[in-house]
């Protein structure tokens, strides 16, 4: 089968190569990979700057796709059956992250397209635990990037447990960003989405999925907007998503007293300015928010099956798995909102 590998440590490093075509056993399922998506942490892997890289490898964890075969063990998954997966291939079993099915927590996980193949292929094996069976008013494409709309999910009702009325400001109108403002609509939050100028383009898609109110901090003042939408008072959640360490260094000033910062962008760096005085004077929590767990893919599906989040309006690019180097430039360059690969037709 045809596979982009990313062959050694370091930039690029990546080539279409003709692999073996994985075999399913025990309780694995092979599918054959319609759609799947590119993440800003495949571009950190690509960029050699993701350490949790087991090379030679397959990324991609985005993906949809179509039951091929089954293991001898697997009762519920079909061939033939319209699915997606979660990104957990392996996990101890044992450790309490595991016995609170919190795999995303498991110290010695193994996910697809980090530490064993993913699904910038053909064909990509996953776990029967994995999987997730496709209602039919979810689409091959849209079920490609429910993973970005779980992680959003996770962070928003599943971490910070926002309400009806509640004020987020979401900072990065990134796929992951504009995912998310969908999630709080969903349960009628008021939504806010920050980015830069070269970012216009999304705001406006954030404006036109239903976001109250859209701000290009380069240009306007942000704390001041922000403040004055909130009645002085300022918002009860922040959720960064852009992963830039110019964008936490007074994210405080967004948020109320007692506000909630949840962190959900992946830095280059590990270690970045944060104003650690504002958490003690003003009693800020600070949340993190690390992928996804099984809960969170029941509750994400069922928001998408109830059409409450258009995920097919974020994917502005569709190409087939030949063209990757072509795919990975336009979402470096941030001409595109979702890019997509295809390597295989429907």
Known sequence: MKALVKTEPGYNKMKLLEIEKPVPKDKEVLIKVIYTGICGTDIHGFKGEYDRLKTPLVLGHEFSGIVEAVGENVTEVQEGQLVTSETTFATCGECESCRNKEYNLCLNRKGLGSQVNGSFAEY????????????????????????????????????????????????????????????????????????????????????????????????????????????????DYCFECSGAAPAIRNIFDYLKQKGTLVQMGVFAKSLNELDMNSIVQREMNVIGSRSQKPSTWHLTLELMRQGKIDAERLITKIYPLDKWEEAIEQVMAGNEIKVVLQPNKE
Do not use: W, Y
């Open 124 to 235: 990509v094996l996953t776990r029967e635990e994995s999987v997730h069976i496709l209602d039919d008013k979810i689409s091959l494409l849209a079920a490609s990037i429910t993973e970005p709309i779980a992680c959003g999910v996770h962070a928003s009702l599943e971490k910070a447990q926002v309400e009806k009325n509640d004020v987020a400001v979401i900072v990065g109108p990134g796929p992951i960003g504009l995912c998310l403002s969908q999630v709080l609509k969903s349960v009628e939050a008021k939504v806010i989405v920050v980015g830069i100028t070269q970012d216009a383009e999304r705001l406006k898609t954030a404006k036109e999925l239903g976001a109250d109110m859209v701000i290009d901090s380069l240009k306007e003042d942000a704390t001041a907007l922000i403040k004055e939408f909130t009645n002085g008072k300022g918002a």
